[in-house]
Structure formats: structure tokens, C-alpha cells
């Protein structure tokens, strides 16, 4: 009987792998995409969370995520939006009908950083 259990969590460690793997290199290619947009001089405003645990807040979000894929200096990161993409679509089954966010316009690297948040915590979940 422990056997069995045994191989059934190793098949859940394995099939869950590919997924914690890819929320890993989400954040991997963040913290590059941070790097890169310190140095951007064109000061690009997003619509910011301000509670980044708000669960109305997630559309908001995955707009200011597209907003930042459209900035030029990201199209050697399109790995990180296509993963995203796949991210999005994983949670968008999972939402309720979003209520009101409270937001406010902040650079890109204030957004990047709550956005790392928000990877972060769903990744947490996704393990527990």
C-alpha cells in the first residue's frame, strides 16, 4: 500500500514539474526584464495594483503585463510572454467576475516588481 501511494506522489511531483519549472524561468526572465527597464529612458507608466492581493486586481495586471510586452526594448523576451500567455490562460478559468481595483500609474519597474509578487504567490499556491 505504501508503494502505491509512494509512485501515485511521485507521479504528481513529476506531472506538477513542468509547470514549477516554467513559473521558475518566469521569474528568472523578470528579473531580466527589471534589469533592462532601469536603464529604459522612456519612463513608461502602467496601471498599477495597489494591493497586489487584491484578487480584483489580477485583469489589471495581465493588461499592464501586455502593455509591457508591447514596449519595443522587450521583444528579446518574447519567451517570458509567451509563458505568461500560458500562466494567464492556467488562471483566467479559476477567476470570479473581477469587482473594483484601486490603481494608479507607476513606472515600469515598480509594476515589474509587484508583477514578481504576483508570480511568486501563485507559484506558493500552486505548491501548497
Known amino acids: 500500500m505504501k508503494t502505491h501511494l509512494y509512485l501515485l506522489l511521485l507521479a504528481a511531483g513529476i506531472s506538477a ?6 513559473m521558475a524561468e518566469l521569474l528568472t526572465l ?11 529612458i522612456q519612463n513608461l507608466r ?5 494591493n497586489i492581493d487584491d484578487v ?13 510586452k508591447n514596449n519595443p526594448a522587450m521583444k528579446k523576451f518574447s519567451v ?9 490562460q492556467w488562471l483566467m478559468p479559476n477567476l ?20 514578481t509578487t504576483f508570480i511568486r504567490k501563485v507559484l506558493k499556491n500552486t505548491r501548497v
Open 17 to 22: 514539474a513542468p509547470q514549477m519549472s516554467s
Open 30 to 40: 523578470l528579473q531580466q526584464i527589471y534589469e533592462v527597464m532601469t536603464k529604459d
Open 46 to 50: 502602467i496601471e498599477t495594483p495597489n
Open 56 to 68: 480584483n486586481c489580477i485583469s489589471t495586471i495581465f493588461k499592464g503585463t501586455e502593455q509591457l
Open 80 to 88: 517570458f510572454f509567451q509563458n505568461f500567455e500560458k500562466l494567464k
Open 96 to 115: 470570479a467576475k473581477e469587482g473594483k481595483c484601486d490603481t494608479e500609474r507607476r513606472s515600469t519597474t515598480i509594476f515589474i516588481k509587484k508583477l
